[in-house]
C-alpha cells in the first residue's frame, strides 16, 4: 500500500473534497474510499467488510426527485421510507428496519453525515432530510451495521453525504422544472478553479413551491450553499456555507373512512406545519505529514430553528345541554372551528451547535505486511432551547394560516438541553497477505445531558422537573475479516457494536405518570438506558466479467435497551419514552448489477424480520385483542410496525441514442404491521368489532403490500442544453406506507362525531395515502464548462 508521493497527493485532494465518507475514487481498476467520516487514505473497496452502498451525482441527476431520500428508496437495498407526515421532505427513512425520521418519538437508529458533520439533531436525534441539498450532492455512501467509527447512533449504519466543489464541477447550470401540484422548482449552481489551481469555489441555489397533492398541504423550499477551497500538493482546506429556509406542511394520517368518503387527498386536522431554517459553516482539511501519514480534521458550527404549528381537536372540549351533560356539538368542521372546539399546539426549538474532530491516518507497513491505522478524536457540544404553547382557535386569515391571539397563548414547556459528547477512536486494516484482511476497530464515547426546566416551582407545572443531570459512556468494539481470493470475489464476515445515549428531549418525557405530547411537551426525567446494538453481518460480493456486478449478505442486530415512545391513553400524541428490552432484525440483502450493450440494469431484493425479542405491554385502545379496554401485550417474537418483510426494486435504463436516455423503476413492498398492532394481534371483523360497534376499527392491522413503476428520460439537445421528464405511480396505485391504529372525532363526510356523547370519538385506522400518478417536465442549460461532465 505504499504509494509515490505524486500519486499519494492525486489521491488525498480528490478524498479530501468533502469531509464525509470520502468519494468513490478510481485507482486502475480498485475503488478507494474513506472509512470514518473523515476524509483518509482510503482502502480499496473490495477488502473492507462491508456492502457499502455507493452514489454518484450522475446517479442522482438522471433521477432527478425532490430529495436524496427519493433517489434512496427507489434504487438502494434496504432501504424504504414511511411517509407518517405526509410531506416528500419529511419521510422517515428505514433502513434494515432502523430509522432516521424527522419525527420526534421516532426510534433513531441511522447516522447522517454532510461533509462529516452530524446532522442529526442533538435535541432528539432526528433527521431533517429537507435541510440537506440535493442539487449540491457530490456522492453518498449507505455504510451498513453497527460501525462504531462512526460515532454515536450508528445502530443500524451510517449515511455519508458529500457536497461538490469547483474543482469537480467547473461551469455554470441553470435548471427549471414544473408540473403537478403546482410543484415550481428551479436550481442554479457555478463553480471554477483559479489560473493557478490553487483556489477553486462553488456556489449554488435552490427554490421549489408546490401546492401538494393533498388537501391544504403547499411546501416552500430554500437552500443555499457555498463553498471556497484552497490547495497545495500536501495540503486542502476547505470553507462551506449552508443556509436553508423551509416551510412545510404535512397533515400526517387520515382516518381510513374519511379518505373513502371525501377522496384520498382527504386530511384529519389542520394545519400541520413546520418551518426550519439552519446555518451552517464548516471548515475542514487534510495535510500529508509525509508520504506515508495524513492528518486530517474538520471543525463546524450550525445554528438551527423549528417552529411547528398543530392544528388538533380540543379534547376538554364539552359542550353541555340543560342537564349538564355532553350535549351534541356542532354538525361540520366549520362549526367546530368557529366553537373554539379546536386548539393549536405550537412548538420552538432553537439549538446552537458546534464541535472538532481530528484523526491521523498511518499507511505503514508492520512486520512486512500491509497495514492502515488510523487513530482519533472528536467534540461536540449544542444548546437547544425549547417551549411549547397552546391556544384556542380563532379564525383563518388564508387557507395556510390560522389566525390566533397572542394573550390567550398559555405555555406548557419551557426548557434547555444541554449536551456534550466527547470520543476517541481507532481503526486497523492489516493485509496478512494477498487474500487475507483483518479490520478492527474501537471507539470510547462519553455524553453529558444536561437539562433544566424553567417552569418547576410555577403554579400550574411545580409537580413535574423535567430538568436533570445525565452521563453515558461506553467502548464499542467491531471486528471484520475479508477473504479475496481474487480480484473479482470478496468474502466478509464482521462483528460490531455501538451505542445511542438517550438524547435531551427523551430523558424529560420519561415518566409514565406524567405523559407528553408530541412533539414534545416535557415532564420529568426518571433515567433512561443508553441503546446498544450489537451485529453481525456475513456477505460476498463481486463481478462476473467486466459487466455484472453482484452482492449477497445476511445479518443479525440485537437493540439491548432500546427505546420507544409508548404511547398513553386516547390521544395517540401523548406518552413517554422507555427502555423496551430486545429488539432483533434479521435479515438477507442481494443485488446483480449488469450492462448489456446499451441497456444497464440493476436490481435487488431483500428480506427483513424485524421482531420485539422481549415482552411489555402497550397503551392501544383501538386494538381488538386489547386487554381492560386499555393495553395489548406485546410479546417475545411480534413484528415490529412499519417495516416490510420484503422489498424488490430494479432499475432499467436504456439508451436510445447517445443523446437521449429513458430509465424506469420498479419499487416493490409487502405489507407492515400498523402501529398500534405491535402485538400483531389485532383481528379485521372480529367479534370484538361487532361488539363494541365503531369503537374498533374493524378493518386490518396491516397495510396493504403494493408495487408502483417510475419512468424518467434525458435528451441532451447540444449547445449545452438538455430536456428532462419524472413520471411516478405511472398506473396510480392507490397505496398506504405506514399507519396507525387510532381514534377520529369525525365521520365518513367529515362531519363532527355525534352519536357517541361522552367523548365524540370512535375507532379507526390512520393511514399515510401514497401519491397518485404525477408528471414534470423541465429544461437544463450547461455553459462556461461542463459541471457534470468530470
Not at 427483513?608 to 411489555?616: Q, V
Request: charged share 20%; proline share 4%; hydrophobic share 35%.
Amino acid at each position: 500500500m505504499k504509494l509515490k508521493l505524486s500519486t499519494i497527493v492525486i489521491l488525498a485532494l480528490a478524498t479530501s473534497a468533502s469531509l464525509g465518507a470520502a468519494e468513490k475514487l478510481t485507482t486502475g481498476t480498485i475503488n478507494v474510499i474513506s472509512t470514518t467520516p473523515l476524509p483518509s487514505i482510503g482502502l480499496p473497496l473490495n477488502i473492507i467488510p462491508a456492502n457499502i452502498q455507493i452514489v454518484n451525482r450522475a446517479d442522482l441527476k438522471n433521477q432527478a426527485g425532490v430529495s436524496i431520500v427519493d433517489f434512496a428508496n427507489n434504487n438502494l437495498q434496504g432501504v424504504s421510507i414511511q411517509e407518517t407526515q405526509g410531506n416528500p421532505f419529511q419521510p422517515d427513512v428505514t433502513f434494515r428496519g432502523y430509522s432516521a425520521s424527522p419525527l420526534g418519538g421516532a426510534p433513531q437508529g441511522i447516522s447522517v453525515f454532510l461533509d462529516g458533520v452530524r446532522m442529526n439533531e442533538p435535541f432528539g436525534d432526528t433527521v431533517r432530510w429537507d435541510l440537506v441539498p440535493t442539487f449540491a450532492i457530490q456522492g453518498m455512501q449507505m455504510v451498513p451495521g453497527s460501525n462504531p467509527v462512526y460515532g454515536l447512533n450508528t445502530l443500524g449504519g451510517a449515511i455519508a453525504i458529500q457536497t461538490k466543489s469547483g474543482r469537480l464541477n467547473q461551469g455554470a447550470a441553470l435548471e427549471a422544472s414544473a408540473g403537478s401540484w403546482g410543484r415550481k422548482n428551479v436550481s442554479a449552481e457555478y463553480g471554477g478553479v483559479s489560473k493557478d489551481g490553487s483556489v477553486d469555489y462553488f456556489f449554488g441555489v435552490n427554490y421549489l413551491d408546490e401546492d401538494g397533492w393533498r388537501k391544504y398541504s403547499p411546501t416552500t423550499v430554500k437552500q443555499t450553499f457555498g463553498k471556497v477551497g484552497w490547495q497545495s500538493e500536501s495540503t486542502k482546506i476547505d470553507l462551506s456555507y449552508l443556509n436553508v429556509n423551509n416551510d412545510l406542511i404535512g397533515n400526517g394520517l387520515v382516518p381510513q373512512e374519511l379518505m373513502t368518503g371525501l377522496g384520498r387527498d382527504a386530511i384529519h386536522t389542520r394545519p400541520d406545519q413546520t418551518r426550519n431554517s439552519l446555518n451552517q459553516i464548516t471548515l475542514n482539511g487534510s495535510h500529508w505529514l509525509n508520504n506515508n501519514v495524513m492528518f486530517s480534521a474538520n471543525t463546524y458550527y450550525r445554528r438551527s430553528n423549528q417552529k411547528t404549528l398543530n392544528g388538533d381537536v380540543n379534547d376538554t372540549f364539552c359542550p353541555a345541554d340543560d342537564t349538564g351533560s355532553c350535549a351534541d356539538p356542532a354538525t361540520s368542521t366549520k362549526d367546530l372551528i368557529d366553537n373554539n372546539q379546536a386548539v393549536f399546539n405550537s412548538t420552538r426549538t432553537r439549538t446552537n451547535a458546534f464541535g472538532l474532530s481530528a484523526q491521523l491516518a498511518f499507511n505503514q507497513d508492520i512486520f512486512n505486511k500491509k497495514n492502515q491505522l488510523i487513530v482519533g478524536t472528536g467534540i461536540d457540544r449544542s444548546i437547544s432551547k425549547f417551549g411549547q404553547f397552546e391556544q384556542e382557535f380563532q379564525s383563518w386569515d388564508s387557507t395556510r394560516y390560522p389566525s390566533v391571539a397572542d394573550d390567550v397563548q398559555e405555555t406548557s414547556t419551557n426548557f434547555k438541553g444541554k449536551t456534550i459528547t466527547s470520543s476517541v477512536f481507532a481503526t486497523d486494516t492489516l493485509s496478512i497477505n494477498e487474500l487475507v484482511h483483518v479490520t478492527g476497530g474501537l471507539r470510547y464515547n462519553y455524553s453529558k445531558v444536561n437539562n433544566k426546566d424553567f417552569l418547576v416551582g410555577t403554579d400550574d407545572y411545580g409537580t413535574a422537573d423535567a430538568g436533570g443531570r445525565h452521563t453515558f459512556s461506553r467502548v464499542n468494539p467491531s471486528l471484520g475479516l475479508t477473504l479475496t481470493p481474487n480480484q473479482n470475489v470478496s468474502i466478509f464476515g464482521s462483528y460490531s457494536e455501538s451505542n445511542r445515549a438517550p438524547t435531551a428531549m427523551e430523558l424529560a418525557c420519561a415518566d409514565p405518570l406524567n405523559p407528553c405530547l408530541l412533539p414534545n411537551a416535557m415532564a420529568s426525567d426518571p433515567p433512561l438506558k443508553q441503546v446498544v446494538a450489537k451485529t453481525y453481518d456475513l456477505g460476498a460480493k463481486g463481478n462476473l466479467g467486466a459487466n455484472f456486478k453482484w452482492n449477497a449478505s445476511v445479518y443479525q442486530a440485537v437493540n439491548h435497551n432500546d427505546l420507544q415512545f409508548i404511547h398513553a391513553g386516547t390521544n395517540a400524541s401523548m406518552g413517554y419514552f422507555d427502555n423496551v428490552g430486545k429488539t432483533k432484525r434479521q435479515g438477507l440483502d442481494l443485488g446483480l448489477s449488469a450492462k448489456i450493450d446499451k441497456l444497464s440494469l440493476t436490481g435487488s431484493y431483500g428480506y427483513i424480520r424485524a421482531i420485539y425479542d422481549d415482552g411489555f405491554t402497550l397503551t392501544s385502545e383501538s386494538n381488538s385483542s386489547r386487554v381492560d379496554d386499555t393495553v395489548i401485550n406485546v410479546n417475545k417474537g411480534n413484528y415490529l410496525a412499519g417495516i416490510p418483510k420484503h422489498q424488490f426494486k430494479l432499475r432499467a435504463e436504456y439508451e436510445v441514442i447517445p443523446t437521449w436516455t429513458v430509465g424506469a423503476n420498479l419499487v416493490a413492498f409487502s405489507s407492515r404491521y400498523m402501529h398500534g398492532n405491535e402485538n400483531n394481534g389485532h383481528q379485521a371483523n372480529s367479534a370484538a368489532c361487532a361488539a363494541d360497534g365503531d369503537e374498533i376499527p374493524c378493518g386490518k392491522g396491516k397495510t396493504s403490500g403494493y408495487a408502483i413503476v417510475n419512468l424518467d428520460t434525458r435528451y441532451k439537445v447540444g449547445g449545452g442544453w438538455q430536456v428532462f421528464a419524472k413520471a411516478i405511480n405511472i398506473f396510480d396505485k392507490d397505496y398506504e406506507t405506514t399507519g396507525r391504529l387510532g381514534m377520529t372525532h369525525f365521520d365518513a363526510a367529515g362531519s363532527w362525531m355525534t352519536d357517541y356523547a361522552d367523548d365524540y370519538t370512535s375507532g379507526s385506522r390512520l393511514v399515510s395515502p401514497g401519491a397518485p400518478r404525477a408528471g414534470w417536465i423541465g429544461v437544463r442549460y450547461e455553459f462556461g464548462g461542463a459541471p457534470e461532465a468530470k
